[in-house]
């Protein structure tokens, strides 16, 4: 009979001291309601997280409705010169167009014209060759803005998450101290909390790095198109050469 009544009176106590444990607790375990009791680094850290996640999804829509567009207009110039007969009319299709494959065009007419027309001597076509690669690789650095932005997300993101994790279970480990108490209900919320931050960065990098992939690959095929637009028009000077020299061939004689 004592030690039941002794039992009873512990359990009593119990009760008692956890009682206001669990009357302090956060009721709201919601993401937003876990953002709103964390620390304010770990806050900041969050906040981070989702601007970097909003970076990555705006960069993916830009760069693709960019790409649509740039692939599009070096398809159609590329079918554009296969089927005009001189680099003279290619230039004229192409107008005021700012594209690439425009861009090649008109500077290499451009060597044409400065070299007077001397288009079957080898040092011409080291020239043409010259501006062609120089506006092959402008084109590819401006097509390429944006993409280092999200190999840094899905790089550096996981670690700024694991960052406020750490921060956060230091806090939760902080508050067993002053509450002298290891009651796992005190503690939960404040590493719920912190396992927060860690899915945030997740959710940012995950994301990014796919989208980094998908960009460089279709990035890629824009240049390889680029590089064939350059040996169309590379192919175009040699046939207007040998037109220029079978000409002067029939003149002499």
Known sequence: MTSAVIVLLGLATTSAVAAPDAASLPRDLSPWGMFQNADVVVKVVMVGLAAASLAAWTVWLAKSI???????LARGRLRSLESDNSLEQAETDC???????AEMIRTVGREARLSSGAVQSAEFKERVLLRLE???????????????LLATIGATAPFVGLFGT???????????SEAHTTNLAVVAPGIAEALLATALGLVAAIPAVV???????RISGYRALLGDAAAQIVLMLGREGTRATTRSVRAVR
Do not use: C
């Not at 107008?95 to 494959?101: H, K, L, M, N, Y």
């Not at 690789?137 to 280092?148: H, K, M, P, Q, S």
């Not at 989208?211 to 690959?217: E, K, V």
């Open 134 to 148: 120089r506006v092959e690789a402008a084109a590819a650095r401006r097509i390429g803005i944006g993409t280092g």
């Open 66 to 72: 960019e790409l649509h567009r740039e692939l599009a």
């Open 166 to 176: 750490v921060w956060g279970i230091m806090n939760a480990f902080i508050g067993i």
């Open 95 to 101: 107008g005021e167009a700012s594209d690439a494959v």
């Open 211 to 217: 989208i980094y992939n998908h960009l460089a690959r």
